[in-house]
């Protein structure tokens, strides 16, 4: 079990402010959503007996994200040697998201991986979790949160190991989204807007409930 977390875009919305360096929980954003993950594939490694690998893309200032994230290093270093955090970078960022995804899904091992955004912060350990079970025969698992009777389309989404050459195959203008189309696709229904919920305009960070 693989997850690819996108860390590479320029936060456009937000000026000249990168967005996910802003503090959440005492923390870089970029570190919390990181670590979250880490520590879904520390426990699931265990459980496992399996190597697990955290592929973090960076791209718009990435000296300061890969920074950020010395706090997950210091985590790496009490937890399961089978768990490994590769920090990869995007020359082409601009190039848009999925060139960031097909970076982040060229490092994954095989077996099944997660594709998650690091400004959503609001995605935990649990909602990882909550998916594996979910996966077995389909090609993914792509949560949605139900809001005024509405289903949004979210993150983490899980893919089946037969999607990593897909994804890389395509080109830089092409997205996930295309690509889940013509696949198999199970779709829970949450009542949590966490899986829908990230940061993109300052009104957004201005209005989050943190330390």
Known sequence: MDIVMLAA???SRMGDTNKLLLTYNDLPMVAYSCLEALKFLAQYADRNDESCRLIVVTGY???STEKALETCKAFMEGTNSRLEMLIVNNPDYRNGQFSST???VSQINDG???ISLADMP???AAHYEKLVP???SHDAVRPFSIKDKDRVPGHPVL???RLKEMITKC???YSVSKILKSCDVYEPSFNDDSWSKDIDYVQDYENLDRK
Do not use: N, W
Request: net charge neutral; hydrophobic share 35%; proline share 8%.
């Open 102 to 104: 097909k970076i982040g």
């Open 61 to 63: 200032r990435r000296q």
């Open 171 to 173: 080109p830089d203008d």
């Open 9 to 11: 875009g320029s936060s």
């Open 112 to 114: 099944p991986f997660f």
């Open 134 to 136: 979910m996966l077995e």
């Open 159 to 161: 893919h089946a190991s």
């Open 122 to 124: 609001f995605i935990t």
